[in-house]
C-alpha cells in the first residue's frame, strides 16, 4: 500500500515516475534498488510498539519495503488513492470483484474478458450467491438496460485481450455509478502509460503484472488501484483471504517497471507496424489492432489512449486445422503459449466458442493472437511471410 503523493509527483513525466518512484536509496545504504525484503515475523521492541500498532510494517502477510516500491509506482500512474501487489493477475481480477459484492448481487462482464476471470463467476461467484451475466464489449451506455437493483459491479476489459474490442469506458461508469455500483477495468494491454481507466470514472483497475510490468516471463503478479472510496473493501478482501507476494517476486515487478516506458514504445510501434503489414498480405481477411484506422473502434481509441499494446489478433482466410498447424508448428522466431508481455514474440492461435454467450464470435476463419517483442523487425515479418505461405500450400 502507498499513500498517493501530491505536489510536484502530479506533474511529473510517466519516464520520472518509472525510474525513481517506490526507491528510498537512504534507507538502503545508498544502494539504488528496494532489494528483496523476505520476511514474516517483525519485530517489536516494547509492548507499548506492539499494541500501539505504529510501526510501518506490523507483518509480512500485509507487505514489506519491496512490496510497497511497486505499489507506489502503479498508484502514481493510474492517478490512484491505492495500490496492492497481489499474486497474479487472476488474483486481482478476482479480489476486486469479490470486494464489491455478497451474496444476492449481480455482476456484468464483458464477454471479451479474461476466460479464467469467467470461470471465477460461473462457478465460485455462482456458489457464493452472486448472479454473473455477459454484456456485448460494444454495448456503452447501453448497458444501463441491463443494470439491475442487485447489480453491484461490472468487469471490463478493453481491448478484449483475443478480439480487441474498445470500450466506451466513461458511459459504462456513468451507468454504473447511476446504479450505486462500481466498474473494474482490466487495464493490463495498454498500460497506464496508454491508459488510465480512474480518470475516466472506473473505480478499480487490476493489472496482470505478469505481463508487460514484469516483461520478461519470468514471475507472476498483479495489482489492484483503486479511488479512495473503493479502497477499504479491497484490502479487506485481499487481507482476509490471506493474499500476499513474495519480496522475491515483488522485486522482480520493480525492476520490470524500470524500463517499461521504452519496453512500452517498442512494443506499441513494432506491434503496429506488423498489425499494418499484415493487413496487406495474402490470406488476411482482418488485423484486429484498435491502433489501425480499418479498426471499428478505432475513434474510441483516439478518444481515450494515448497509444496500444503488443498484442493484437490477426483473422486469416477459412482453411482446415492443417493449415493452422503449418502456420504454428514451424515458426522460427515466434513461439507458442499462453501469456504474453515479455521480450519474445508469441503467436497463439485461437478458438472461440463457448466463452462467448453475449455476442457470439461468428467472423469465419482462423484467428491467431499476435505478441509483438523485441526481436529484429524484418525477422519477425520474414517468419510470418513464411508461415503464411505454408498455411496457404496446406489447405
Ligand atoms: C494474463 C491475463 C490475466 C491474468 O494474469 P495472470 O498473471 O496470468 O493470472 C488477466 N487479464 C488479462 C488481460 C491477461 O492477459
Same mark, same amino acid.
Given at each position: ?162 478480439? @480487441?474490442? &474498445?470500450?466506451?469506458? #466513461? !458511459?459504462?461508469? =456513468?451507468?454504473?455509478? %447511476?446504479?450505486?455500483?462500481? +466498474? ?127 498484442? @493484437?489478433? &490477426?483473422?486469416?482466410? #477459412? !482453411?482446415?486445422? =492443417?493449415?493452422?498447424? %503449418?502456420?504454428?508448428?514451424? +515458426? ?64
Amino acid at each position: 500500500m502507498s499513500e498517493k503523493k501530491s505536489g510536484n509527483s502530479e506533474r511529473r513525466s510517466v519516464e520520472t515516475i518509472l525510474t525513481h518512484h517506490g526507491r528510498e536509496p537512504d534507507d538502503q545504504f545508498g544502494f539504488v534498488n528496494t532489494p528483496v525484503y523476505r520476511g514474516s515475523t517483525v519485530l517489536f521492541k516494547t509492548l507499548d510498539d506492539m499494541v500501539g500498532q505504529k510501526q510501518r510494517f506490523l507483518y509480512g502477510r500485509a507487505g514489506n519495503p519491496t512490496t510497497q516500491s511497486v505499489e507506489a509506482v502503479i498508484t502514481e500512474l493510474e492517478g490512484a488513492y491505492r495500490t496492492r501487489l497481489v499474486p497474479s493477475g487472476l488474483a486481482a481480477i478476482t479480489i476486486a470483484v469479490l470486494s464489491c459484492v455478497k451474496a444476492g448481487d449481480d455482476v456484468l462482464i464483458s464477454d471479451s474478458a479474461y476466460e479464467p476471470g469467467r470461470s471465477f463467476a460461473d462457478g465460485f461467484l455462482k456458489r457464493m450467491g452472486v448472479t454473473a451475466r455477459y454484456y456485448d464489449p460494444r454495448i456503452g451506455a447501453g448497458i444501463s438496460a441491463l443494470m439491475q437493483p442487485n447489480t453491484t459491479a461490472i468487469l471490463a476489459e478493453s481491448p478484449g485481450s483475443l478480439t @480487441f474490442e &474498445v470500450q466506451d469506458i #466513461p !458511459a459504462i461508469a =456513468a451507468a454504473a455509478h %447511476a446504479n450505486g455500483a462500481r +466498474l473494474i477495468v482490466d487495464n493490463s494491454w495498454a498500460s497506464p502509460l496508454y491508459h488510465q481507466p480512474l480518470a475516466l470514472g472506473a473505480d478499480l483497475v487490476v493489472h496482470a503484472g505478469t505481463k508487460m510490468f514484469v516483461g520478461h516471463s519470468d514471475a507472476f503478479a498483479g495489482t489492484i488501484s483503486t479511488t479512495e472510496a473503493a479502497w477499504a473493501e479491497v484490502e479487506s478482501t485481499r487481507a482476509l483471504l490471506g493474499f500476499f507476494t513474495s519480496g522475491d517476486d515483488a522485486y522482480l515487478v520493480a525492476r520490470g517497471l524500470r524500463t517499461l516506458a521504452i519496453r512500452m514504445k517498442e512494443h506499441h510501434s513494432r506491434a503496429l507496424e506488423i498489425a499494418s503489414w499484415l493487413e496487406a498480405q495474402p490470406e488476411v481477411v482482418q488485423v484486429l489492432h484498435p491502433g489501425l484506422s480499418s479498426h471499428p473502434d478505432h475513434a474510441l481509441f483516439k478518444r481515450d489512449f494515448t497509444g496500444s499494446g503488443s498484442l @493484437f489478433s &490477426v483473422l486469416l482466410a #477459412p !482453411a482446415p486445422r =492443417a493449415s493452422v498447424a %503449418a502456420f504454428v508448428d514451424k +515458426l522460427e522466431i515466434f513461439t507458442m503459449g499462453f501469456s504474453w508481455g515479455g521480450y519474445e514474440s508469441l503467436c497463439l492461435p485461437v478458438r472461440l466458442g463457448a466463452n462467448r454467450t453475449a455476442k457470439p464470435w461468428t467472423a469465419e476463419g482462423n484467428l491467431f493472437r499476435l505478441h509483438i517483442g523485441l526481436e529484429g523487425i524484418d525477422d519477425l515479418k520474414a517468419d510470418l511471410a513464411d508461415a503464411i505461405a505454408r498455411y496457404s500450400a496446406a489447405r
